[in-house]
């Protein structure tokens, strides 16, 4: 079983349109992972049935139990994160500011605090129309650790491609290269590179290539749009032969892609022939080259 991580420098680029795909003409060979909990948007094309869910818990959150404050206020003196507020000699923690430290539970000389558990999120386990299954998360407003709900959304899709004898574990990472991006590559066969001709494309390609690189992960690219500025996109390309990243596939710049968004479809569903064409050519190429890892 190959783990495939597709991902892109910035957001915008088409990523998760290829990674639908994928998933599509995978079918059933396939145990699809979307990881891109802070802003998770498979669900739009892949129609899952959410038919099973647990809550994710991960970090702490100060309380202060006003029956037992003395109104001291060692606890605000000693935040740095300006967590706790006081009004009229009450003291109240503010959850979107508290970073979960247990600082002010350790100085509280009336043991008024108390670190809870937080519920951060939840992730899915659903049928999608593929035949397979996707394992997705939300992560909740404000909340904090998408990196280790990735690493549960990972960790349960391997699971269950190896205990079901799937040939590939197919992951959306998120865009950028922050914690979650580094949770996404964590134990990846392949990394596929999303990117587009423009000066923010390009840049941010470099920057997350440099992250994948650390992992010494193998590394191919899909160019979207290449035709919107073909200077840019032989700028990509000269980039991509330099470090050793395969081409695995050039788009042209289609509308019909937003519109196979707006009916809720992959693009190889969609009735565009030369466009579907692309992406299963792509596809090919990248069973080809992880069957050689």
């Not at 892109?8 to 990523?15: A, L, M, V």
């Not at 060979?29 to 094309?45: F, K, N, T």
């Not at 922050?178 to 392949?190: E, H, I, K, N, T």
């Not at 840049?203 to 440099?210: E, K, N, T, W």
Request: proline share 3%.
């Amino acid at each position: 079983m190959k783990e495939i991580v597709v991902i892109s420098g910035k957001g915008g680029t088409g990523k998760t349109s290829v990674t639908a795909a994928f998933a599509q003409l995978a079918g059933t060979d396939a145990i699809i992972a979307d990881c891109d909990v802070d802003a998770a948007d498979m669900h739009l094309l892949m129609e899952p049935d959410m038919s099973g869910g647990e809550d994710f818990y991960s970090g702490f959150l100060a309380v202060i139990e006003p029956d037992k404050c003395t109104g001291c206020g060692k606890c605000k003196e000693v935040c740095r994160f300006g967590a706790i507020s006081e009004d009229q000699g009450i003291y109240r923690v503010l959850p979107l500011e508290c970073e979960g430290c247990g600082y002010c539970a350790r100085v509280c000389p009336a043991e008024a605090i108390d670190m809870e558990l937080q519920n951060v999120g939840k992730w899915y386990d659903s049928a999608i129309k593929s035949g397979s299954r996707m394992i997705h998360a939300r992560l909740g407003i404000g909340a904090e650790n998408s990196g280790k709900l990735v690493a549960q959304v990972k960790k349960v899709a391997r699971k269950m491609a190896e205990e079901q004898g799937k040939d590939y574990v197919i992951v959306d990472g998120s865009p950028g290269v922050g914690c979650p991006v580094v949770s996404s590559l964590s134990g990846a066969d392949y990394v596929l590179l999303v990117t587009e001709p423009s000066v923010a494309g390009i840049h941010d390609l470099r920057r997350v290539y440099q992250l994948v690189a650390k992992f010494r992960i193998k590394a191919g690219c899909i160019i979207n749009k290449y035709d919107l500025k073909e200077e840019k996109t032989e700028e990509i390309k000269e980039f991509l032969e330099s470090e050793g990243i395969s081409l695995v596939g050039s788009i042209p710049y289609n509308e019909n892609f937003t519109r196979a968004m707006t009916e809720g479809k992959t693009i190889v569903e969609y009735d565009d022939p030369a466009l579907a064409g692309i992406l299963r050519n792509s596809w090919e190429k990248v069973g080809e080259i992880v069957a050689r890892l």
